[in-house]
Each structure stands twice: as C-alpha cells, then as structure tokens.
C-alpha cells in the first residue's frame, strides 16, 4: 500500500460527476485521481482544474480539424504523464502537512509547557514529565490539526439555489468531510477532557500536570468536543422563512419577522460553546417583542456567505 492512499480517507474512489464522456480523458482522469492525496474534496480541486484544462484543450483541436475521439487523446497526450502531475499535488500536500505540523505543534506544546511551568513546584525533578507532556502534545495536536488542513480540509462552494414549488431555496450545510472531521474533533478533544478531568482526581497521565491546566485543558477540549455538532446543523432559507435544524431540534422564523443579524461580541464567542462564527437573530415574536436566537454558521459551510450577506441585506431593506 502506498502512503498516500492513507490519506484518501474517507473514499477512495473516484468522482463519478466529473466524468466527461469522453473515454481518453475519463481514463486519464481516473489514473491521476488513483495518485492524488487527500480526501476526495481535495482531490477534487485538482481533478476540476485538469479536467478544464483538458476539455478547453480539446474543443481547441476541434476546432483545427481533429475528430472527437483525436482530439482527446491529442489533449491527454499534450498535458504529460498523470504520475507527474499526481506527484506534484502530493509533494505539495506533504510540505503543506509537515509545516503545519510544526506551526500548530510547536505553538500548541510550547502553551502548554508554560502552563505546566506555572503549575509545577520543582521542574528540575519533574523534567522527564515535562518533555514527555510536551513531545506527546507536539505530536498529537499536530498531527491531528496537520492532517485536517492538509488532506481533510476543503472550501465549500457555493451551491446553487434549489426551486421548489415556494420558490427558490438556499441550503446552507456541512459536507460529509466535514462530518467526520467534526467525529474525530469530539473523540479526540473529548478524550483530552476526560483525561484532565481524571487528572483533578490525581488519575492518568494528567495527574502530575497540577489543577490550573487540568481546569483550562478540560475547559477548551470540552468546548470544542461539544462544538462538534455545527457539522449536522443544516439552515434552509425560503422567501418566506429561515429554517434551523440542529441535533437539538428545528425553529422556523418568518422572514418578515426578522430584524438584524449581527455579529456576537469576542468574549460570547468564547463562552458560547460551537465552532464557528455566532451571530445573533434578532426577531419579533407573534406578541410583538424582541428576541435574539445563536446563530452559528460555519465557513466549511455550502452557501455560509451567501446566507449571512442575503439576511443582512434584507434587514437593511
């Protein structure tokens, strides 16, 4: 098994929407995919751009006389082996992967060493502990947060607006990388936790790094473990209402009745407890008062932007 395909998580085959009909390009679509790195969103990117590339090649040898089926394999031929352009977007995923790998370890270690420090009576008789504490933060923060930016981690798009029988509808939701992102995210701070709340207990390995970093590690990982279920909130928005389905329920709000939609301040961002940017709805009930509801929207998100700029503009109208 080659290394990359480590990466491929979680499906490793190929796209079947960017097939082209055209069997020279779906072929050599299909044996550079077979070499990419990453999950099948970053894939993606480079499969889209060649995929263009070739398909604009080929409309070109058309036009100079070429049949269909020359002209593909002409513009297959042209564009170079598959293996060098797969090995190229792995060599640029690695570089990305390890210099992200230092970038959000050493920084996250580093935190934590000082804590440690602060926390620690005698460092001289404690050293193995604290370098252990800081290679085993390094390498788990970092990997973890290193292989999410370098192989899981993609832009969402803009998607277009569905039509339906009211009207035209904007979906705003997480893709399915996302989801599993957000499953390791609560696995993974969630164990970092439990582990500091074991370690208030004096259990685990978390027991010698003393009560202030227990309580401020408990704190963080929990609010991010928590914070994972942005991923399965899911926002409809209708030209008569928005929608709001969580893991916790779904409200639906009348658009007439919505006021503003405003940024939370930093320090409720802190305290509120999901990943992503808080806004705050700001409505009118069916007594007539004022209420304001969390929204959170993730950037991860298809269609985020375009949600907040269409309840902005339409409270500003």
């Not at 058309?62 to 977007?89: D, I, V």
């Not at 000082?114 to 800081?134: D, P, Y």
């Not at 004022?290 to 109208?317: F, Y």
Request: charged content about 15%; overall charge positive; proline content about 2%.
């Amino acid at each position: 098994m080659k290394f990359h395909s480590l990466t491929r998580f979680p499906k490793h085959a190929f796209p079947a929407d960017l097939n082209t009909n055209d069997a020279a390009i779906d072929q050599y679509l299909q044996t550079l995919d077979k070499g990419l790195a990453g999950s099948t969103g970053v894939r993606r990117v480079t499969l889209e751009e060649v995929r263009d590339h070739l398909l604009e090649q080929k409309s070109q040898l058309l036009c100079s006389g070429y049949s269909e089926s020359e002209a593909g394999s002409q513009a297959t031929a042209n564009f170079g082996p598959a293996e060098h352009h797969a090995k190229a977007q792995r060599h640029e995923r690695y570089k990305l992967f390890i210099t992200m790998f230092f970038r959000f370890g050493l920084i996250f270690a580093s935190l934590m060493l000082i804590m440690n420090l602060i926390s620690t009576a005698s460092v001289m008789e404690n050293l193995s502990t604290l370098a252990t504490l800081f290679l085993f933060n390094m390498t788990f923060y970092g990997f973890f947060m290193s292989y999410w930016y370098s192989f899981a981690f993609t832009q969402a798009k803009p998607a277009p607006a569905t039509q339906t029988e009211q009207g035209e509808v904007l979906e705003v939701y997480s893709q399915k990388s996302s989801k599993y992102a957000a499953v390791f995210l609560f696995v993974a701070m969630g164990g970092i936790a439990v582990s500091c709340l074991l370690g208030l207990f004096g259990y685990g390995y978390m027991a010698a790094s003393g009560p202030v970093l227990n309580i401020i590690l408990f704190i963080l990982g929990g609010q991010m473990a928590i914070g994972a279920h942005i991923a399965w909130t899911r926002y409809t928005l209708s030209d008569t209402q928005l929608t709001q389905t969580s893991l916790f329920g779904s409200r639906t709000f009348s658009r007439d009745a919505i006021l503003d939609l405003k940024e939370r301040p930093m320090w409720r961002q802190f305290l509120i407890t999901s990943i992503g940017k808080q806004y705050a709805l700001v409505w009118r009930d069916a007594n007539g008062k004022t209420q304001q509801t969390t929204v959170v929207i993730n950037g991860e998100m298809h269609n985020s932007d375009q949600l907040v700029a269409t309840l902005k503009a339409a409270t500003k109208a």
